[in-house]
């Protein structure tokens, strides 16, 4: 990705923090799945099973 994260507004109204919220998710997910394929995009995570030192 080129262009770097936005983060939301410090001073801003509530939708205004709602929207750039919204908008960095938005960017995070085109950056993480930007290079994947159909495929790729369709496949479910692993989930793995809990530590025992948790």
Not at 2 to 8: G, H, N, Q, V
């Amino acid at each position: 990705m080129t262009d770097p994260l936005r983060e939301p507004p410090l001073a801003g109204t509530e939708v205004e923090h709602l929207i750039g919220t919204r908008e960095r998710l938005r960017a995070t997910f085109r950056w993480k799945a930007g290079g994947l394929d159909v495929e790729q995009l369709r496949a479910r995570a692993v989930m793995l099973p809990p530590d025992d030192a948790s």
